[in-house]
């Protein structure tokens, strides 16, 4: 069993830690000079942004091989999921996402926090040192657009994160928009809405600049319109949705992978077909045990902790088609006799969607976009307006390229089901992990039922695996989109040091 002792600190707290406050320096003491003064300033410092989604940033005085924006990011969506099943207690602050039993001295919301105003941070550096720039030339313009985009996808992932979704309440507190480096230290979280309304702005203006390709680890005009879809997707607006999932899926430069690529997509994101933007890990960057997103999700004997498993839920969803090629991502643990393994009553299947880039089980690059997901973006914007036919017919694209011809739905709904329905259901089988699942019920107003057995069930210990038999074990498992467990605590960091920020209730 994996022990890690968490020092929760009491305050005072190290104000110059905080997230938020104004005295956070850019990575590498990032200035207009740096910048503008030499011909690879300009591309070191926005390569300088993207490295801290992956790299291991000193937090509280210390490095802990925990704490990585995108560990960070995966754990804190999907393990408050029903697509992932807690196999035991533990001491790291990931157990939270499972319980909901969150707190605002939790580490991992804590570093999540700061290491996103970290990324703004910086990319607000080069953004006002890049824009006082007179003719700025279309490479000059591709790192500036780069940057919109990633002050856009960290503010949206920080929204989705610690703020209820649009689709509740847009007048509801969303978190700190900071978009100049003068921003003051003390100011007041935005609305769902104005943050929404920055990501946009934000995400158009970086899809503007970029007329370059630097390759799919930076960003591009498409990562710029696939943001741009699933944004206006989460705030309700189809019409949007549609237009730019459109402007992906017809540009032509990325393919649906098919039931012979697909098992092979994620270790090999960067060459993927349709992968429009992810985070690239080399060999040096493969944190094994210590640290990796795959650490606690898969395990090849001692290659990492494989404490968390797909759930029953999910794979109850997945039973009726054994020839679905995503199955290849759920990885049954057995014995030498063929015997299927368990951890205290619950059954091992590990997750491989971040192992086996360069055969390696704890490295991947991780996708943030891929062209499936525009498809699905589509589909579920056509159900909610009504365009049923256009719907399934973008559900059996992707299910066409999954091993599934056989079980396609030819524009005909299933007996009492909704199109919502079905695109839901597809949304769940094709981005499992990949931190979409919780969003996608709670966005639609639909409830998480997360009534099976494993730790995440309130009170529980090992020896009390036999409630798995007892639904009264259940007691409070369905979550209700407007319980407000769903999302997580402003960390104690912001609220105690800046005093207009408030905290979650």
Known sequence: MRS??????????????????????????????????????????????YSLLKDHVPFNGTTDDNNMYLRQYFQLSDFASDDIVCGQTTEDPLFYSFSLDHSPTQTNTRYFWYISYKIINDANTVIEAVEKLPNADATTQQLLGECYFLRALVHFNLVKIFAMPYTLNPAAQGVILRTSTSDPAQKARASVAEVYKQVIADARRGADLMTQARGKQYASQDAAWALLSRAYLYEGVNDSTIYFANKVIDGGRFSLTTSATYPDLFANAIGGSETIFCVAFTQLDDYGKFGSIASMIYSDGNSGWGEEFASASLRDTMAANPEDVRWKYIVPLKDGNGVLQQKNGIDIY?????????????????????????????AEANAKAGNVAAALDDVDMIRSNRGLANALYHQQLPAGKSALDVVLKERRLELAFEGHRSYDLYRNKRPMNRTYWGYHLPGLKQSDIDLSRHPSGYANMIIQPDNPKIIYYIPIDEVETNKLCTQNP
């Open 4 to 49: 890690v002792i968490i020092i929760v600190l009491l305050l005072p707290l190290l104000l110059w830690q905080t997230g938020c406050m104004k005295d956070v320096n850019p990575s590498d003491a990032l200035t207009t000079g740096t910048i503008t003064g030499s011909p690879d300033g300009l591309k070191n410092a926005v390569n300088g942004a």
């Open 350 to 378: 590990y997750i491989s969607k971040f192992s086996g880039q360069d055969k390696r089980p704890t490295l991947s690059s991780p996708i943030l976009f891929r062209l499936a997901e525009m498809y699905l973006n589509r």
